[in-house]
Structures are given as C-alpha cells and as structure tokens.
C-alpha cells in the first residue's frame, strides 16, 4: 500500500522543548515538503527538498530544522526558538516531472 | 503584493445543484494552477491542475476553468452530493514553472441533502 504517513497523529510539548515530526513514504518520490497550517490559513511552506542530502528554507522557516538522509524519510524539527509552534502540520511528496502534491494524514502539535 | 483569494466565507447550496468556487490572483503569471480537497484534520488531496495554455479541464462531476486574463479559476461540481462537503484549495505556481505552489486559505463547501 504505497503513502505518506505521518506520526504521531496529535502531539503535546510543553514550552522550551524540541520536538521531532515524523514523515516517511514509500512512493518513491524525490521530492518532499513540510507545511504548517492554522486555522483561517492558507498552507506556509516550512522546508522542502527536492533530492536526497539536500533541502531549502521555505517561508517560515525559522525555528524549524529538517534532514533528508534518506528518500524516504523527511523528519522536522520544531525548537523552542519556535515562537507559535501550535499548529497543524503537514508533509507532502511530488514525483519528479510531476506538480501534483500527496500529502500525509497530519500532525496537530499543542505547545503549553 | 501578491495575493491568492479564495471566498472566506463558506459556500452552501443544495444537493443535486452545481457549485461554484472561486480562485483569483494578482500580480502572477502562473504556469498551472491546482484544486486539492481537504477534510477536517486531514491532508488536502489533489484533484485537477490545469496549465496556463488550457481553457478547461474535467473529470467525472469536476470542472476546472482558467482565465489568465481575468486571473481567476473556477471549479465546478456538478450534482453536488453530501460527501463533497469539504474545503477546497486552490493552488498556484507564483515563481514560473516551479515545483512550490502557493495555496489559497480555501473555500468550505457544505451541501445539504
């Protein structure tokens, strides 16, 4: 059953403390991407990454980090320099060539 | 600035009726433009793109328009049933041809039956 999926699916951190959001999938797509949503909002784009080994900033980068060790996986990070890291998060792949997006189920994060 | 607009407010008709969401834009030139579906606490899921040199694109009851004079797309259900009750998003390439589309807020869609 090819997918993107995401874990957990709810999450709770108290402030100051560093989080990892998992995102793994076995589409064998190159390309991968972490957006943040709030309610009202459209979807920011975090980090994407277009290759193995390599990633770029999105918009609201800040306060976040990413790897990409291997194709299949794409954790994030949200750090404590995070100022409002409550918010549902959420990882897409693309094949390459394509434009087309799949996204993951989501993480809702809750920082208290 | 550039901006994505989508109806803030939420679109309710009838079923069996066609609805119609709107997504304009200024101050792009997109070379496509995608509708995605998303339900509550789930990821959005691809429905259509369309490119900048097609008029319109269909598949099954979905109809997706692209006026890149107007700057505006429209997408269309027709017999809309209960279980199109979503949010739909618009979204589009603001950087030539790239892979990063930016998304609208999106439009919430509730047919009743």
């Given at each position: ?19 990892t959001l998992s995102c793994e999938q076995n589409l064998n ?84 | ?113």
């Amino acid at each position: 059953d090819g997918g993107i999926t995401q874990s957990p699916k709810y999450l709770f951190r108290k402030e100051g403390q560093n989080v990892t959001l998992s995102c793994e999938q076995n589409l064998n797509h190159d390309a991968m991407y972490w957006y943040r949503q709030d309610p009202g909002q459209g979807l920011r784009l975090i980090y994407y990454s277009q290759i193995v080994n390599d990633f770029q900033k999105g918009d609201i980068a800040e306060g976040y980090s990413v790897s990409r060790e291997k194709k299949e996986s794409f954790p994030l990070t949200v750090t404590s320099a995070q100022k409002n890291p409550t918010a549902f998060y959420l990882c897409a792949s693309r094949a390459s060539g394509a434009y087309e997006q799949y996204f993951g189920p989501g993480t809702r994060l809750t920082v208290t | 600035s550039q901006k994505i607009e989508q109806n803030s407010e939420a679109l309710n008709i009838q079923e069996g009726k066609t609805a119609t969401l709107t997504c304009n834009y200024t101050n792009y030139s997109p070379a496509y433009l995608q509708w995605y579906r998303q339900d509550p606490g789930r990821g959005p899921v691809f429905l259509l793109l369309i490119r900048e040199n097609e008029k319109e694109k269909r598949k099954e009851r979905l109809k997706v328009t692209f006026d890149t004079t107007l700057k505006q797309s429209l997408f269309h259900i027709t017999a809309s049933q209960p279980a199109d009750s979503a949010t739909y998003l618009c979204a589009l390439d603001t950087s030539g041809g790239s892979y990063i589309p930016t998304f609208g807020r999106g439009t919430s869609l509730i047919v009743h039956p």
